[in-house]
């Protein structure tokens, strides 16, 4: 198989011939290929052609499109600072009080901020895979992380208790704002469209359902309309949302070290495919064995639950993570990933 066709084959529910790998080389793209993170960020070329060669280099069987979590916030007039060689950053909340959301519209993906950027690189990124590899694009946020970007992580919080309804237009605005990016990212062409809610794990299971869930659903069904696998990211220890989670309607759910996989597929089993999740921190400092024993264990979790795994580190691949740990991720599947 191809890893575009192993890839297909274990999201869609069938059997593939093994366990296909993928990687978030991000920062760690820029790195391996010796570009400035500046570059990668603000060049659609660059960024398509770093996480194309990385890819192909560690021979993953997908490609991942993104830059940064900013995008959004951009997008929608935030101002954005960007170092040479690091992460860029948003220097302000636009929503710091709540009329500041009348304020907001709906942006242009073809015109706000680096959203064509994004778009632009992902059509590069399409023409460069052939048919060879999965292509995964990112879209930044789901609703309840966009509103921590706009609020401020801490006042989102506080909004919970102190003023629910507001922060209730807000996730309103955050859907609309998901649906429009995502279908035009969809429109591109890539075979998966992702989005995270990555302080999802920092709530309780009541807040989930109330004001996560039922938005990050609505998305989700926009995306599968276009004829695109939906992908779900979580950073944290999210065990105790993994039964709504599972409800979400994603094809794949993305999910951290934090979580184990015997866990998660007690809850899931076979009805939903898991991306994951060997340790990040693992992944940067090694060694090369260690990392490959722990890609071995979540296989072995998978397999014991008759489950459906794309195997991948937890998170994004680190700056400085020398290429032959991503590797030994490859080497595990490749012979001990057969189905």
């Known amino acids: ?123 590069q990124v399409i023409a460069r895979a052939g048919e060879d590899l999965y292509v995964e694009a990112n879209i930044d946020s789901g609703p309840f992380q966009l509103a921590m970007t706009l609020r401020g992580p801490q006042q989102a919080l506080l909004d919970l208790d102190d003023d629910p309804g507001a922060l209730r237009e807000l996730l309103e605005f955050g859907t609309q704002v998901a649906i429009t990016y995502g279908k035009a990212m969809a429109r591109t062409g890539v075979d998966g469209v992702q989005f995270g809610e990555s302080a999802a794990s920092l709530v309780g299971t009541r807040v989930f359902e109330e004001f996560i869930l039922p938005y990050d659903q609505r998305v989700i069904a926009a995306l599968k309309a276009e004829r695109v696998h939906a992908f779900l990211h979580v950073c944290g220890g999210s065990r105790h949302l993994m039964d709504g ?59 014991a639950a008759g489950g459906r795994l794309i195997l991948s580190p937890g998170c994004g691949v680190p700056k400085y993570t020398p290429a032959e740990h991503v590797l030994a991720l490859v080497t595990a599947a490749e012979t001990h990933g057969a189905s």
């Open 1 to 123: 198989m191809t890893g575009k066709e192993r890839a297909f084959a274990v999201i869609n529910g069938k059997t593939p011939d093994r366990t296909p790998v993928f990687a978030s080389t991000l920062a760690g793209a820029a790195w391996m290929q010796r570009v400035p993170q500046r570059a990668f960020h603000t060049n659609a070329d660059t960024l398509a052609d770093c996480v194309v060669k990385t890819s192909r280099a560690l021979r993953l069987d997908g490609i991942y499109v993104s830059s940064d979590n900013w995008i959004i916030h951009e997008a929608l007039g935030g101002e954005v600072a960007f170092s040479e060689d690091d992460e860029p950053w948003g220097k302000a909340a636009l929503v710091r009080h709540w009329r500041d959301l009348d304020r907001l519209s709906l942006p242009d993906p073809s015109r706000a901020g680096r959203m064509p950027m994004l778009l632009d690189a992902a059509r």
């Open 245 to 303: 989670l599972a409800r979400s309607g994603a094809d794949c759910l993305e999910l951290d070290a934090k979580v184990d996989l015997d866990d998660v597929f007690s809850k899931v089993g076979s009805s939903i495919c898991i991306r994951g999740n060997v340790d990040t921190i693992l992944l940067l400092n090694g060694p090369a064995v260690g990392i490959e024993e722990s890609a071995l264990a979540c296989l072995a979790k998978s397999r």
